[in-house]
């Protein structure tokens, strides 16, 4: 498969994967989706690739959803239409980014907001610049309840999740590191480096050590209920698409991004 929105390189035993839609915000568009997941499972068969990076090309990691598109292929989609398309694209690829058996560093820059906050939180690790910035304002913008995938409590802990979601404020990186969101903040100049240099150190650990770690890992958090809250909120987001507030919110939040040239959720 060769790909349009996003690029693969390979520095020795790390690969680095790049939204690479720049002029666009790198909003992640069906096809940014379907090549992330493509890249993302051959980076997890291939025994030379021992850690991931997830970076975004240009100003921002990503604004998240790609709107414009959404409201011109996606706008009338009946229950069962959405469903399946959010289940494959936003569902199972994020939990297939989360099984990655070899370890994932998100590299964020910029805005990494809504549909982004979630792919960004599915990787193992984040570094983050300290001009970096996390929002999910979906519960105002679009009257949804949060994004398809709510990693929130998991990532920010309970209290700051529904500070966070109810809000629809965003937070600093700095903020994000002190409520454990992000393991590392480094200067913008730095953040490409940063990231290379700490999926080198993992990359030192033999391939099958790393692999296990993050099983019992992430198999720790499933006994705690993740794997499954994950699952239940997704049926509740699925509802919150048929309310009666998010046909009156939507079309003006939505008007309003895209006149702005914005991206956003949903
Ligand atoms: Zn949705």
Redesign the pocket.
Known sequence: MSYVDIEVEDIGAVRRIWHNRPAMRNAESQNLLDELDDALVQAGDDHAVRVVILGGRGEHFSAGHDLKESREKRNNLTVEERYRY?QKR?LDYCLRLRDVPKPVIAQVQGACIGGAFMVANMCDLIVASDDAYFADPVVHSVG?SAV?VLIHPWVLGERKAKEFLYTGEKIGAEEALRWGMVNRVVPRAELEAATLTLAERIAQAPLFALTITKRSINRSVDIMGQRNAILAHFDT?ELS?FTEAFKSTRPASREEAVAKGRTAV?
């Open positions: 959010e936003y949804a398809e987001h698409h949903a």
